[in-house]
Nanobody, 116 residues
Framework: QVQLVESGGGLVQAGGSLRLSCAASGSSFSLKTMAWYRQAPGKQREMVATITMAGITMYADSVKGRFTISRANAKNTVYLQMNNLKPEDTAVYYC??????????WGQGTQVTVSS
């Protein structure tokens, strides 16, 4: 049983920055992959960024160069630093983690709103 607690969302003007955090607790197994997804109203949920246990990262093309995903393994926490935010980044952002026995868990989501 893993619980994910997300924080850091909010309202920011275009060009601003936010940092999202997601802390996982209750995991009996190491967390293999940690990721951030987002979903805007009327849109499909999309992958934003992922990071493996070894620190290998992948990003959606739309956020490359602006967002950075990182993790603190000892604390089972994943971060998403979002810089130069754009209105099209507005969405609910969800934390997702997968452990080494391939179980995956979702956070409840945190709203990010970017105004023009």
């Amino acid at each position: 049983q893993v619980q994910l607690v997300e924080s850091g969302g909010g309202l920011v003007q275009a060009g601003g920055s936010l940092r999202l955090s997601c802390a996982a607790s209750g995991s009996s197994f190491s967390l293999k992959t940690m990721a951030w997804y987002r979903q805007a109203p009327g849109k499909q949920r999309e992958m934003v960024a992922t990071i493996t246990m070894a620190g290998i990262t992948m990003y959606a093309d739309s956020v490359k160069g602006r967002f950075t995903i990182s993790r603190a393994n000892a604390k089972n926490t994943v971060y998403l630093q979002m810089n130069n935010l754009k209105p099209e980044d507005t969405a609910v952002y969800y934390c997702n983690v997968q452990n080494i026995v391939l179980q995956n868990y979702w956070g409840q989501g945190t709203q990010v709103t970017v105004s023009s």
